[in-house]
């Protein structure tokens, strides 16, 4: 496994749909922002009730580490601090979920993803739809995620935990 650190405000993004916004601090060298945008999840889709995540801190920046002969991106490092203020809208009940993990992810040419990651990122499963139940979860530690081109997400846990966030907010 490699060992180049990245957050996941990009894995917020693809994992949870969100689309980039604007960072807040000056960018290393070599890196260029990679922000996340508000999202939404209608009920039932990983919470038994709507969900709103906002970024409150987003200083997520990324480096293409290797790209592909067409230029698309093969394998990006994500790093920084990302923090989600995660909502159940039916209550107004709300978590601020620290999400700032680092990654390296593959990107495939068959649209499969490999994340190498090592600290907390958020991370939604859809019913059937990976390793954990339907839900919400900020996943902290060292671990690997597989993502197929169909979107089924396989983690396995070096050591680490995981955090119900719909549980938090019922």
């Known amino acids: 496994m490699r060992r180049t650190t990245v957050a996941l405000s990009a894995l917020a993004a693809v994992l949870l749909a969100s689309a980039p916004a604007a960072a807040t601090t000056l960018t290393p060298p070599g890196w260029e922002p990679a922000p996340s945008a508000p999202w939404n999840v209608p009920a039932g889709a990983r919470c038994d009730f709507p969900v709103h995540g906002e970024p409150v801190v987003d200083e997520v920046v990324r480096r293409v580490l290797e790209r592909r002969p067409d ?12 923090v989600v203020r995660v909502t159940n809208t039916d209550t107004g009940a709300s978590y601020d979920a620290d999400a700032s993990g680092t990654a390296v992810v593959e990107y495939r040419v068959d649209g499969s993803q490999h994340w190498a990651v090592l600290g907390p990122v958020l991370v939604g499963f859809a019913e059937g739809g990976g390793t954990l139940a339907r839900g919400l979860y900020v996943i902290d530690g060292a671990y690997t995620m597989e993502i197929s081109a169909a979107g089924y997400k396989s983690v396995t846990m070096a050591h680490g935990t995981t955090d ?4 938090r907010i019922d």
């Not at 990006?76 to 601090?81: C, F, P, S």
């Open 164 to 167: 119900d966030l719909c549980a």
């Open 71 to 82: 230029g698309s991106a093969k394998r990006v490092a994500y790093k920084g601090d990302l």
